[in-house]
């Protein structure tokens, strides 16, 4: 029974592999929480404070976003060209803003994106565990987020277990 597990897993890594993804992890649009435009901001605001309190450095990669919690990290990757940067946010976006995000200088070099001025983008957490926190942190999530969980953890009782021994 072990030997014919191995066989199906080794035979389906290389098909698995060919599309980019590990069979043992979700699928990165399970991250992903946002799409939307971002746009970048520089000299005017370099050495000011940020909302969150800290001073705005524009080489470091930082962001702006309308409501998540500051330290927050992103995987912003820009749909034009497929360049990624991982952010941490550190200031707000206004309310009023269209824009799903506003990345530092040096975080929109490093998308190749400051001849453009805006792209299309999505915003990635890193992980699922970092979903389930931001659920928590909502007391309702906003609309513009995807906050889903695509797994629900369960503790199996001793009848479970012994029955999942025995199948396995």
Request: charged share 20%; no cysteine; glycine share 6%.
């Amino acid at each position: 029974m072990n030997k014919i597990l191995i066989i199906l897993i080794v035979s389906f890594l290389p098909f698995s592999w060919a599309f980019g993804q590990s069979p043992f992890t979700a699928p990165d649009s399970l991250l992903v929480i946002q799409s939307g435009v971002a746009s970048f901001y520089g000299k005017a605001f370099h050495k000011r404070k940020t909302a969150s309190g800290e001073v705005y450095d524009m080489w470091n990669y930082t962001a702006a976003h309308k409501h998540l919690p500051f330290g927050t990290l992103l995987k912003v990757t820009n749909l034009n060209n497929g360049y990624q940067v991982i952010v941490r946010v550190n200031d707000r976006l206004p309310k009023s803003s269209k824009r799903a995000i506003d990345l530092s200088r040096g975080s929109a070099e490093q998308l190749a994106m400051v001849g453009d001025g805006i792209v299309d983008v999505t915003l990635e957490v890193l992980s699922h565990q970092a979903i389930a926190n931001l659920r928590d942190y909502y007391e309702t999530v906003p609309f513009d987020l995807r906050l889903r969980l695509y797994y629900d953890s369960f503790q199996a009782n001793k009848k479970e277990q012994a029955i999942l021994q025995l199948k396995f």
